[in-house]
């Protein structure tokens, strides 16, 4: 149980980032509505922000909640870490990623991934050239400026999430799995391009801990 809810944290990462909006359709083709999301995360160059976690079933039933913190910035440096009673932390150095569960004393290696078909969080750490080519956008406006984002792709994680701006300030971002579950990720206080320390997105296993390796 302990690594399906680790899993999900990383699927829905980080640093997921994704309100339906149903009025003021912006009546834009899919080309320009990429377009202007590129221009919203290319400017991010890091990202500094509490967050909250829910995960619901398909009946909208709670099933989980976390809280916690998240610090991203380009290229592919992340790092994510969550409250107790759920106490997990995720960094990426660009190159490796480490997944660290304190409760079991493990810590799990993998490569980091830049595949934004595989890993949605990419789009706010990685490169965005590939955008249209994974998903098909679209964007809606009211008090949000809300993009969609539909896979091309069969293998993708997810059968659609959103991401929600205030300005330039991403706000949050949902998520829906094959199963038909919901993750929404609300984002607060959050800080754009502020100087990020580098030691932020380098991990040190503790002494003790399992080292598992997933290449």
Not at 4 to 16: D, I, T, Y
Not at 149 to 176: C, H, Q, R, V
Not at 179 to 192: C, H, M, P, V, Y
Request: with cysteine; hydrophobic share 40%; net charge negative.
């Amino acid at each position: 149980m302990r690594q399906a809810q680790l899993n999900r944290v990383w699927h829905s990462l980080l640093l997921l980032f994704l309100v339906s909006i149903s009025t003021l359709l912006f009546a834009e083709g899919a080309a320009d509505a990429a377009q202007k999301l590129r221009e919203k995360l290319i400017g991010l160059n890091t990202l500094d922000t509490a967050f909250i976690q829910a995960v619901y079933t398909t009946e909208g039933d709670l099933l989980q909640q976390t809280s916690g913190h998240l610090q991203a910035a380009r290229p592919g440096q992340v790092r994510w870490e969550t409250s107790p009673p759920m106490e997990q932390l995720i960094v990426s150095d660009g190159t490796t990623l480490w997944l660290f569960d304190p409760d079991l004393e493990q810590v799990t290696v993998r490569p980091f991934s830049d595949d934004l078909s595989k890993t949605p969080a990419v789009l706010f750490i990685g490169d965005l050239a590939a955008l249209e080519q994974n998903y098909r956008v679209s964007v809606e406006l009211d008090q949000l400026m809300v993009f969609t984002l539909i896979p091309l792709t069969d293998d993708n994680l997810y059968e659609k999430l959103t991401l929600s701006f205030a300005g330039k300030k991403p706000t949050g971002m949902k998520l829906w799995d094959g199963l038909g579950q919901r993750t929404e990720i609300d984002f607060s206080n959050a800080k754009l391009n502020c100087p990020l320390s580098p030691e932020l997105f380098t991990f040190i296993p503790p002494e003790g801990a399992d080292i598992l390796r997933d290449e």
